[in-house]
T-cell receptor
């Protein structure tokens, strides 16, 4: 099966600019996750969708981060405006059901200068 | 917060068994032990999970102690491609609401030729 697709692979922006990441999960996977991974740390969950509804966004900095899942399939994560501390790899993952193992994409590496 | 403790790094010779320990002394009865690994510049990859019985698949074996307070992931014949960060994660069984995976720092396993 095709894996989780993410784009772009790399992005460099200046602080205060905006940026968007795109994720296409594995076909048929109902649950979608966005994680942030800062260099040297484990991934941290930002938001979890079940179909097109938000299940958990408790760690999403909502003043600057937003995410949506279009028609319960693709998802976009946006940062506006970006800060230096947002430099990280943004990972998208999907699972068939809540509780199933997660399948991760290879992430988007964001550098904010 | 992560509910597991892992050594920060380990080395293993190619062709030997790699045994990665994990302590999860506060695990509760409905929580599973999951293992993921992350190869450099890739997203995390699911390896195996278990509740209380030992588990084996094509990638690895998972040994969980009888009191469930610790576990060991075994890679029976390590190869250079097994060099990665290995994450041990405690995850609740299926319940209402979020099913987040909380990653800790993991163990950086280096396979030496």
């Amino acid at each position: 099966e095709a894996g989780v697709a993410q784009s772009p692979r790399y992005k460099i922006i200046e602080k205060r600019q905006s940026v968007a990441f795109w994720c296409n999960p594995i076909s048929g996977h109902a649950t979608l996750y966005w994680y942030q991974q800062i260099l040297g740390q484990g991934p941290k969950l930002l938001i979890q969708f079940q179909n097109n509804g938000v299940v958990d966004d408790s760690q999403l900095p909502k003043d600057r981060f937003s995410a949506e899942r279009l028609k319960g399939v693709d998802s976009t994560l946006k940062i506006q405006p970006a800060k230096l501390e947002d430099s990280a790899v943004y990972l998208c993952a999907s699972s068939l059901l809540v509780g199933s193992p997660l399948h991760f994409g290879n992430g988007t590496r964001l550098t904010v200068t | 917060d992560a509910k597991t403790t892992q050594p920060p790094s380990m080395d293993c010779a190619e062709g030997r068994a790699a045994n990665l320990p994990c302590n999860h002394s506060t695990i509760s009865g409905n929580e599973y032990v999951y293992w993921y690994r992350q190869i450099h510049s890739q997203g995390p990859q699911y390896i195996i999970h278990g509740l209380k019985n030992n588990e084996t698949n094509e990638m690895a074996s998972l040994i969980i102690t009888e009191d469930r307070k610790s576990s060991t992931l075994i890679l029976p014949h390590a190869t250079l491609r097994d060099t990665a960060v290995y994450y041990c994660i405690v995850r609740p069984s299926i319940i209402q609401g979020a099913q987040k995976l909380v990653f800790g720092q993991g163990t950086r396993l280096t396979i030496n030729p």
